[in-house]
């Protein structure tokens, strides 16, 4: 079983509502991902992280923002939600020769 | 452009049959490739990963294979129960830039 969390599992809120998503791992990984998933599509990966204080953008344009200033700890932040974020965000984490371990996701839902 | 691609798209199959999923990818140079199989709505779950060097992997019910000169992985499901029902994504790391690409995945179905 992985060591990894994220909250909440589910999240409905209204437009313009800042959210953070939180994700945690406890297997001293030093690189964390998080990506986004619409129902039946891959993943496309919006941020990643390989230490403190390291972060960057991924493949997929994302108006979302991210922090790493713990190693166990990558939260993602929108300001200012709308409907076109409504996806599943999925956080991950690796070690050096690991493969990518997962969190149960966070289905957010932006009415 | 490094790029993973998974064939079938979906598949349908009766409980206790085989089936072979297909992983063409260009990514160059190659650190690892990786299969995942994802539930509906949960995050995806490891069940290989193989480097350069291997040429297959098994877990369980699950066999890997990987050709490094052809760029081609294949997973192979043996006899095949309900909770396989899922996608199976193929993943490849790029050694150039550790990142990650991921293809499509293969929706599948498995009926009783």
């Known amino acids: 079983e992985a060591d990894i969390y994220q909250t909440p599992r589910y999240l409905v809120i209204g437009t313009g509502k800042k959210i953070t998503l939180e994700c945690s791992q406890t297997?001293?990984?030093?690189?964390m991902y998080w990506y986004q998933q619409d129902p039946g599509m891959e993943l496309h990966l919006i941020h990643y992280s390989y230490g403190v204080n390291s972060t960057e953008k991924g493949d997929l344009s994302s108006e979302s923002t991210v922090s790493r200033i713990r190693t166990e700890h990558f939260p993602l932040t929108l300001e200012s939600a709308r409907p076109s974020h409504t996806s599943q965000y999925l956080c991950a984490s690796s070690g050096v020769y690991t493969e990518a371990f997962f969190g149960q996701g966070t289905r957010l839902t932006v009415v | 452009k490094n790029q993973v691609e998974q064939s079938p798209q979906s598949l349908i199959i009766l409980e206790g049959k085989n089936c072979t999923l297909q992983c063409n990818y260009t990514v160059s140079p190659f650190s690892n490739l990786r299969w995942y199989k994802q539930d509906t709505g949960r995050g995806p779950v490891s069940l290989t990963i193989?480097?350069?060097s291997e040429n297959t992997k098994s877990n369980g019910r699950y066999t890997a294979t990987l050709d490094a000169d052809t760029k081609q992985s294949s997973l192979h499901i043996t006899a095949s129960q309900l909770s396989d029902s899922a996608s199976y994504i193929c993943?490849?790391?790029?050694?150039?830039?550790?990142?990650?690409?991921w293809g499509a995945g293969t929706k599948l179905i498995i009926k009783p």
């Open positions: 193989m480097t350069f």
């Open positions: 993943v490849v790391r790029s050694d150039s830039n550790y990142q990650l690409i």
């Open positions: 297997m001293g990984h030093d690189k």
